[in-house]
């Protein structure tokens, strides 16, 4: 399942929660939000997998493109040689290798830098919202625990760490 439509589903949980009178904070249903944490925890690693498959696919077209470089190379290769009495045409011959492999290059390095920039914002995305369903699972426990320890004002959660008040 797509993690952003578990992040989805996370905040709708949160909003069609019972709010407390007179205060910011909501009475989450445990069950179905510790459902959806678990689902988020097994979606993760199919966006993790989708961004190695996104390499691989990288990987293999900077392949496709280096084996396109080296025929087309060894192509300019055999005709040179089968015109090498004339000297003209033999170094056209290799000038004009030289600018195929120098654009196939060029390519290739376009192909790398646009599949590693995808990765980055893919990677950077889920960063993002990983970090804000951590957020609100942080406040849903803060919440929980209010409600578990009224006698003691609840725990509070500040940067990670549950802080008793």
């Known amino acids: 399942m797509d993690i952003?439509?578990?992040?989805?589903?996370?905040?709708?949980?949160f909003n069609q929660s019972r709010s407390i009178p007179l205060t910011r904070q909501v009475v989450v249903d445990e069950d179905r939000m510790l459902d959806l944490v678990d689902q988020m925890r097994v979606s993760i690693p199919e966006e993790v997998?989708?961004?190695?498959?996104?390499l691989a696919?990288?990987?293999?077209?900077?392949a496709q493109s280096q084996e396109e470089a080296n025929r087309t190379v060894g192509l300019a290769r055999?005709?040179?040689d089968q015109l090498i009495e004339k000297e003209a045409v033999v170094q056209?011959?290799?000038s004009r290798a030289e600018q195929i492999l120098a654009k196939a290059r060029l390519e290739a390095e376009g192909i790398r830098r646009?599949?590693?920039?995808?990765?980055?914002?893919?990677?950077?995305?889920?960063?993002a919202?990983?970090?804000?369903?951590?957020n609100q699972v942080r406040n849903g426990i803060a919440t929980i625990e209010e409600d578990?320890?009224?006698?003691?004002?609840g725990k509070e959660v500040v940067e990670g760490e549950v802080v008793a008040d």
């Open 78 to 80: 055999e005709k040179s």
């Open 114 to 127: 646009d599949a590693d920039q995808y990765v980055v914002e893919r990677l950077a995305t889920l960063q």
């Open 92 to 94: 056209a011959a290799q």
């Open 49 to 54: 997998k989708k961004a190695q498959q996104i």
């Open 129 to 134: 919202e990983l970090e804000r369903i951590l």
């Open 57 to 62: 696919q990288r990987d293999r077209i900077l």
């Open 148 to 153: 578990l320890y009224p006698d003691q004002g």
């Open 4 to 13: 952003l439509h578990l992040v989805d589903r996370l905040e709708e949980l």
